[in-house]
């Protein structure tokens, strides 16, 4: 073997492959991989080769591309035979599919068709090297401003520089998903214009077909009723929402760095029983920076209730399930736009877009996010008074729902092959893992009583500053697992969540009872069993279970803070357990009910119950350090993490 070589696979394909093959006469099915972003498209197509017994799926990594991080790892999981680089070049296929110009395709041995990684080709990049076409496919163009259009990067997928070798086509077939890319790429390299194939966007079929599952998506994620999903999303680059510059002057950017301002008005204006917020984050930017340096980076907005959405597999479910997208000159954002969602710009450059292209035309017209103006003010009226726009629907696919069988086809007739003849069909996206919204930054809650059994509450996590329209009694809940320990020496309210038979933890009974005995300042401690449900302790000792109603979603902490603020206002506990309580956040009711719990502390086991004579602290007067602070009728502290 040569140097290198002893690295080559030997099944299925390899010198003496057909000795220990079990079926030798598949056609050869090469998925070559540049960097995640381009599998991810790659796995959209994937499953149109299922049930062939006369295909042999193989992947390869062309170690083009800057983010190589991830994709060793992408490819275990998907399971196919994966040839190094040296030994894909050297082996006859079928059929080649990518996603991407990175490496020297013109190199591999059979048919070869290019689809898009996002919503068509709109990005201006410059040209690959002309050696072997690597390892830069990522490199953002400089800015074009006072630039003669003679020497702008090209567009990446249309131009000469990405589609020609040696003068001729580099791909057999490049996938296009609306007309208008013919009409730029007939423009652009018309030598190329004989490839072109229309076949749409799987990406976009796929959540085009899981829009009547949108509200099964939102409780996975964790959206309540009454709640809206604002996404926050960032496509890669220093221009991006979560980049730190380079996007001022003509492109349209606010010169800014736009996020670290912006994360703590989520929490400070977005009341959290009526906002759940989430973040879709390009996977270069997971895998250039690093996931470990993402969730540190965001780990304040995250314990406040962010949530990390998965960038390769339920970023489309959660495009779905948001009311409102904060983003950027991205194709996620774009496919937001596409399914109707009212999207806010947070950074929109155009100086590396194609300005021929649908997505610049969006970028010039959709509504900017104004960091100087009160974010909920901006975030309701738009999804209140939006309409969609029509372009990012019409030029995302001019096909919806045709792709998997326009593909297939193109696949097997480039293989002189039959197709199968059952229908082709794409995977339908699956139900994202649950994700609860566990918030261990502090909540500054405020509340106002009505008549009868109900309490108007509104939480805001780890607040900057108290928000302008904060009116009525507020006090401080704390997560036994905040970061800083100092606030649950302030807190009213002390809750945790787990399971009511953790070891480790003790009944929620004795877990309350020492909680109590450990915070002598705390009024209430809040053991938070499940999704509906807390066992709560008073300062009297009383233990009660607080369950949702019918119908009732909201935090069950939110229901404990609840019966705090009822029985701080003097409100008897026998009321509590006649009528429970209904919790309105928002336009929303939850009617919890409320019963005796019977007491699981054990005297004398190491713990101390609550006693009934622990004098309640003074309502009227609070100590200096705000550790005696009084229960009711009072501002919290500024809240720390």
Request: glycine share 8%.
């Amino acid at each position: 073997m040569g140097e290198g070589q002893d690295r080559w696979i030997r099944v299925p394909v390899g010198d003496d492959a057909a000795r220990w093959a079990t079926r030798v006469r598949c056609r050869r099915v090469l998925l070559v991989v540049h960097n995640v972003t381009s599998a991810t498209r790659l796995l959209d197509v994937l499953p149109l080769f299922d049930d062939d017994l006369g295909v042999q799926l193989l992947a390869t990594c062309t170690g083009s591309s800057a983010f190589r991080s991830g994709v060793a790892e992408l490819l275990a999981e998907v399971g196919v035979p994966v040839l190094p680089w040296e030994q894909a070049l050297a082996t006859p296929v079928d059929l080649a599919i990518s996603a991407s110009f990175g490496g020297e395709l013109a190199s591999i041995q059979g048919k070869l068709i290019v689809l898009s990684h996002g919503i068509g080709y709109t990005k201006r990049l410059a040209a690959p090297s002309t050696e072997h076409r690597a390892p830069s496919t990522e490199h953002r163009a400089p800015s074009t401003e006072h630039r003669a259009p003679s020497t702008l990067p090209p567009v990446f997928g249309l131009a000469p520089e990405w589609l020609l070798a040696d003068g001729a086509p580099l791909a057999d077939a490049l996938v296009l998903s609306h007309p208008e890319q013919f009409d730029r790429l007939a423009a652009a390299c018309p030598e190329a214009l004989p490839t072109a194939v229309l076949a749409g966007d799987p990406c976009f079929d796929r959540m085009l077909a899981a829009r009547p599952y949108r509200d099964r998506f939102r409780r996975a994620l964790g959206v309540g009723r009454g709640q809206r999903l604002v996404l926050l999303n960032s496509t890669w680059s220093p221009q991006s929402l979560l980049g730190d510059g380079d996007n001022d002057g003509d492109g349209g950017g606010s010169g800014d760095d736009v996020l670290p301002a912006l994360l703590p008005r989520l929490t400070s204006e977005l009341p959290a029983d009526e906002y759940r917020v989430a973040a879709v984050l390009h996977p270069n930017i997971w895998h250039g920076h690093g996931p470990g340096q993402i969730r540190a980076w965001l780990d304040r907005a995250r314990r406040s209730g962010l949530a990390l959405i998965d960038p390769l597999e339920d970023w489309r479910q959660a495009l779905v399930a948001a009311d409102l997208v904060i983003g950027d000159h991205g194709s996620v954002t774009y496919y937001a736009a596409a399914l109707g969602t009212p999207v806010l710009l947070g950074a929109a450059p155009l100086d590396g877009l194609d300005p021929d292209a649908p997505i610049a035309d969006f970028i010039r017209t959709a509504p900017r996010l104004d960091t100087r103006s009160p974010l909920r003010g901006q975030v309701d009226a738009l999804i209140e008074n939006h309409t969609p726009q029509p372009g990012p629907m019409h030029f995302t696919s001019s096909v919806p729902g045709e792709s998997a069988a326009r593909l297939r086809r193109a696949f097997y007739e480039l293989m002189g092959a039959p197709e199968p003849p059952r229908p082709a069909l794409l995977v339908p996206l699956p139900l994202p893992a649950p994700e609860p919204a566990p918030r261990t930054a502090p909540l500054w809650v405020l509340t106002r009583l009505l008549d009868g059994p109900q309490i108007i509450m509104t939480r805001y996590a780890d607040p900057a500053r108290e928000p302008a329209e904060a009116a009525g009694d507020a006090h401080l809940a704390a997560h036994e697992d905040t970061r800083d320990p100092v606030q649950l020496d302030l807190a009213d309210v002390v809750f945790r969540n787990g399971s009511p038979d953790d070891p480790r933890l003790g009944p929620p009974g004795r877990w309350t009872a020492e909680v109590l005995a450990r915070h002598p300042h705390c009024a209430l401690a809040a053991y938070v069993t499940g999704p509906g449900s807390c066992v709560v302790r008073t300062r009297d000792g009383a233990l009660l279970r607080l369950t949702a109603g019918a119908g009732a979603d909201a935090d069950p902490a939110a229901y404990a803070s609840a019966v705090h603020a009822w029985l701080a206002a003097g409100r008897t506990r026998a009321a509590l357990l006649a009528d429970g309580l209904t919790v309105r956040t928002g336009s929303t009711a939850h009617h919890v009910v409320v019963t005796a719990e019977a007491d699981d502390a054990v005297p004398g086991d190491g713990t101390r119950q609550a006693s009934p004579a622990t004098p309640a602290p003074d309502r009227s007067t609070a100590h200096a350090g705000g550790a005696d602070a009084p229960r009711a009728g009072r501002r919290s502290p500024r809240t720390g993490s």
